[in-house]
């Protein structure tokens, strides 16, 4: 990777990378990539692929309710509601 790439990638990212560090960038995502290309390079010819690495479920509760529908009594304590739902002022013209 050169300082063109590193410019580039940081436009495309949309990141800051100062020209004090456009080197040590460079010389990281050179390395990453060195590590990808090694691991691309091991032999895993006969090994089955695995969905998780612990093949472990997990157990999850009932999904049942456990509280009462309060929204109507809720919305009377707010400044605004209107047709169930909540009324906030506008933040972004």
Known sequence: ?????IAKLAELARIEVSEATVDEVAKSITDVLA???QLQAA???GVAPMAHPL?????LRADQVSEDN???QFQTQAPAAEQG???VPKVID
Do not use: N, P
Not at 1 to 5: K, Q
């Open 70 to 72: 309060r929204r109507e």
């Open 43 to 45: 032999d895993t010819e």
């Open 85 to 87: 739902l909540y009324l």
């Open 35 to 37: 590590l990808v290309d």
């Open 55 to 59: 093949d472990a479920t997990q157990r």
């Open 1 to 5: 990777m050169d300082r063109s790439d």
